[in-house]
């Protein structure tokens, strides 16, 4: 079993729509949850960030997290057709290396490929 | 502000020759790192360098890949011999230091076709 489980889709949907996309996960340890939009031929770009359970807005985007359930969320809403992009989960936590407690090691979902036709 | 940078953007090479791939993080960012994204996956972390040290390099698969950081700021990743399933975009990120808050900015990566 992965330690990140996301739908790789491919999801289509017409402009205006309201998108909702989805990652399951395992490992309790997760404190940090993050989206992040990576179009093609880029690198990923940081959308939403939020730390243990709750909700957060941003503009047209809202993160949701549930560690109870270990399921978070990213919904879009009035989509557009410029937020065709492949939408990667990723999340971290405390774990310990040679430089002592670190948090930088993201786990990320596999991607969701996202297209808003006109 | 200028982001992570990287070079060069694409690569094409033969099995068995070599390759290497530089970075050059956001200013001041202490914790740089370097991740291998496969067509189709989410990007997995090889290593990790918080300054001129190694904090994690437990995925970086060592018998092929190296990487090193010498003056705490530009890093290089290379790969000798390079095999098929080595094809993927390697990307560089970093971050102010290694703490959850902060956040792990990304570099456009460098596309490697290996044939």
């Known amino acids: 079993q992965k330690e990140v489980e996301q739908d790789p889709g491919p999801l289509s949907v017409p402009e205006g729509a309201i998108v909702s996309l989805n990652c399951t996960y395992s490992?309790?340890?997760?404190?940090?949850f993050m989206w992040y939009r990576q179009y093609s031929r880029k690198g990923p770009e940081l959308l939403m960030y939020?730390?243990?359970?709750g909700n957060k807005e941003d503009g047209r985007f809202t993160a949701q997290v549930d560690k109870s359930s270990k399921y978070i969320s990213l919904f879009i809403r009035d989509s557009q057709p410029s937020d065709s992009a492949t939408y990667l989960c990723a999340m971290s936590g405390a774990y310990a290396n040679a430089g002592g407690t670190s948090y930088g090691k993201l786990t990320f979902g596999q991607g969701t490929i996202l297209t808003v036709h006109p | 502000e200028a982001g992570v940078a990287q070079s060069p953007r694409y690569k094409i090479i033969e099995k068995r020759q070599s390759v290497a791939f530089w970075c050059n993080p956001i200013?001041?960012?202490?914790?740089l790192y370097w991740y291998q994204q496969i067509l189709g996956q989410g990007p997995k972390l090889l290593i990790q360098f918080q300054n001129n040290g190694v904090v994690d390099d437990s995925q970086l698969p060592k018998d092929r890949f190296s990487a090193e950081r010498l003056k705490g700021v530009d890093s290089t990743l290379k790969i000798q011999p390079a095999k098929l399933e080595d094809s993927a975009v390697y990307l560089c990120a970093s971050s102010l230091g290694l703490s959850g808050g902060n956040t792990i900015y990304f570099g456009e990566g460098s596309w490697l076709t290996v044939v």
């Open positions: 490992n309790s340890a997760f404190q940090y």
């Open positions: 200013s001041g960012h202490a914790t």
């Open positions: 939020t730390y243990s359970s």
